[in-house]
C-alpha cells in the first residue's frame, strides 16, 4: 500500500499510528462514501419516482462498476467483527449512522428503528448473497418482493409502533372485510 502510495511503511505507520488505526479509517470513508452516494441518489431522484430508495440503492451498488467497492467494504467489516476489541467504536458507529440515514429516506409511515434494522439486514444478507453467486436477478427480484411486502403491511398497519403489542408477534390483528 505504501509504495502505491508513493511513501513508506513507516510514515503510514506514524500517520495512522497501528494497522487497526488504518483500516479503521479505510471503513470510515468507505462507509461515507457510500453514504454520500445514497444521499445524493435520493436527493437527484423526482419526488414522483415511485423507486423506493432501497431499491435505488440495491441497484447502484449492485452494479458491476460499484461492486468491488462494496465488496471491500464487507471484507473489511468481516475483519473487523474478528478483533472487535481494536474495532468495536467503529463498528457501533457505522451501524449507527446506517441507521440514521436508513430513517431519513423512510416515509413518516414506516419511520421504524426497527423496520429500518430490518431494511438494513435485508441488503446486506442479498449483497452478500450477490458477492456469493453473481445471481443479480432473483436477488433484485427478491428485493422487489421485500419491498411490496413491508408497504403491504404498512398499508395494512400491520406494522406496530416501537413498544406496541397487539396480537401474536406485536403485529394488530387483521381487520375484517
Same mark, same amino acid.
Request: charged share 25%.
Given at each position: 500500500?505504501?509504495?502505491?502510495?508513493?511513501?513508506?511503511?513507516?510514515? =503510514? !505507520?506514524?500517520?495512522?499510528? &497501528?494497522?487497526?488505526?488504518?483500516?479503521?479509517?479505510? !471503513?470510515?470513508?468507505?462507509? *461515507?462514501?457510500?453514504?454520500?452516494? =445514497?444521499?445524493?441518489?435520493?436527493?437527484?431522484?423526482?419526488? &414522483? =419516482?415511485?423507486?423506493? %430508495?432501497?431499491?435505488?440503492?440495491?441497484?447502484? $451498488?449492485?452494479?458491476?462498476?460499484?461492486? %468491488? *467497492?462494496?465488496?471491500? *467494504? #464487507?471484507?473489511?467489516?468481516?475483519?473487523?467483527?474478528?478483533?472487535?476489541? $481494536? #474495532?468495536?467504536? #467503529?463498528?457501533?458507529?457505522?451501524?449507527?449512522?446506517?441507521?440514521?440515514?436508513?430513517?431519513?429516506?423512510?416515509?413518516?409511515?414506516?419511520?421504524? %428503528?426497527?423496520?429500518?434494522?430490518?431494511?438494513?439486514? @435485508?441488503?446486506?444478507?442479498? !449483497?452478500?448473497?450477490?458477492?456469493?453467486?453473481?445471481?443479480? $436477478? +432473483? =436477488?433484485?427480484?427478491?428485493?422487489?418482493?421485500?419491498?411490496?411486502? @413491508? +408497504?403491504?403491511?404498512?398499508?395494512?398497519?400491520?406494522?406496530?409502533?416501537?413498544?406496541?403489542?397487539?396480537? @401474536? $408477534?406485536?403485529?394488530?390483528?387483521?381487520? +375484517?372485510?
Amino acid at each position: 500500500m505504501a509504495a502505491e502510495l508513493g511513501t513508506s511503511a513507516r510514515i =503510514l !505507520m506514524f500517520h495512522f499510528k &497501528s494497522k487497526e488505526g488504518l483500516l479503521q479509517e479505510l !471503513m470510515g470513508e468507505l462507509n *461515507l462514501r457510500l453514504r454520500l452516494s =445514497l444521499e445524493a441518489m435520493v436527493k437527484s431522484a423526482p419526488r &414522483s =419516482l415511485s423507486v423506493a %430508495p432501497l431499491k435505488r440503492f440495491w441497484l447502484w $451498488a449492485s452494479a458491476e462498476e460499484n461492486l %468491488p *467497492l462494496l465488496r471491500l *467494504l #464487507y471484507e473489511v467489516q468481516i475483519i473487523a467483527l474478528q478483533n472487535p476489541a $481494536a #474495532y468495536a467504536v #467503529y463498528l457501533k458507529k457505522a451501524s449507527s449512522d446506517w441507521q440514521k440515514i436508513a430513517l431519513q429516506l423512510m416515509s413518516e409511515s414506516l419511520k421504524r %428503528p426497527t423496520l429500518a434494522t430490518l431494511c438494513i439486514a @435485508v441488503f446486506d444478507g442479498l !449483497m452478500l448473497e450477490l458477492m456469493a453467486t453473481g445471481e443479480r $436477478a +432473483r =436477488l433484485t427480484q427478491a428485493l422487489d418482493d421485500f419491498i411490496r411486502l @413491508v +408497504r403491504r403491511t404498512a398499508a395494512t398497519r400491520e406494522i406496530p409502533t416501537t413498544g406496541e403489542r397487539k396480537g @401474536v $408477534a406485536g403485529l394488530k390483528p387483521r381487520r +375484517r372485510r
